[in-house]
């Protein structure tokens, strides 16, 4: 059974400029939710992708937006970048169903912003 | 509304201590509750969680956490403290299944030899 992979680890980006993050969800899952942590923070929710659509959003604007496809892997885009999207952004899978689940969390994706 | 306060954003302990990182919840349902630990420039790994069972529950490395309802808290523990368990902890709170998580702000742990 794989875990959840991200790419790439790090990323270096201007202000203006657009970033594509990509996760890998863990064998099994259905769902992927992705968090902005900035340093010193918790994670903040982005938003979560059930079967393809969006399933909840947090408090990020429009120019967040994500993907996921059909083998259940994801997608984040931000455009038009800024100083404070600079932060750890973490992608986790899970499965949605009868029962309860738990989030697995991939090892992030370093973004820096100049 | 859901939220999760953890009290202490840095505790220090010794190696062989008592390691007790408190984290107090807000939900107007109930609610499930995990603490992660996160190592630096890692990812979050899940340490336990708390899903309506059991309201002591165990998890990984020699962690626990009560689910105490009429104090609103999970605070999590550990009977003797070892060097690597130096680490970010996380508690987080969700309401159903798939649902979003809501972090608290992190606790650092540090362990003197």
């Known amino acids: 059974e794989t875990g959840v992979t991200q790419s790439p680890t790090h990323l270096i980006k201007t202000r203006g400029q657009q970033v594509t993050l990509r996760c890998s969800s863990q064998?099994?899952?259905?769902?992927v939710s992705w968090y902005q942590q900035a340093l010193g923070q918790g994670p903040q929710f982005i938003f979560q992708y059930y079967r393809e659509e969006e399933n909840g959003r947090g408090n990020f604007p429009p120019r967040f937006s994500g993907l996921q496809f059909p083998n259940y892997s994801s997608e984040l885009n931000v455009n038009a970048l800024e100083l404070d999207d600079s932060a750890l952004y973490l992608c986790?899978?899970?499965?949605?169903?009868?029962?309860?689940?738990?989030?697995?969390f991939g090892p992030g994706t370093r973004l820096t912003v100049l | 509304a859901q939220s999760v306060t953890q009290l202490g954003s840095h505790v220090s302990v010794s190696e062989g201590a008592l390691v007790l990182l408190r984290c107090n919840y807000s939900?107007?349902?109930?609610?499930?509750l995990f603490w992660y630990v996160q190592y630096p420039n890692q990812g979050l790994q899940l340490l336990l969680k708390?899903?309506?069972?059991?309201?002591l529950v165990k998890g990984i490395n020699g962690f626990e956490a009560e689910f105490k309802k009429s104090e609103t808290s999970f605070h999590l523990t550990k009977p003797s403290a070892h060097m690597s368990d130096a680490a970010e902890y996380f508690c987080?709170?969700?309401?159903?299944?798939?649902?979003?998580?809501?972090f608290g702000t992190g606790t650092s742990l540090t362990v003197i030899p």
């Open positions: 939900s107007s349902v109930p609610p499930y």
């Open positions: 708390y899903t309506s069972a059991a309201t």
């Open positions: 986790a899978s899970s499965w949605t169903g009868t029962g309860t689940d738990t989030q697995y």
């Open positions: 064998s099994g899952h259905n769902t």
């Open positions: 987080a709170v969700s309401v159903w299944t798939g649902n979003q998580f809501y």
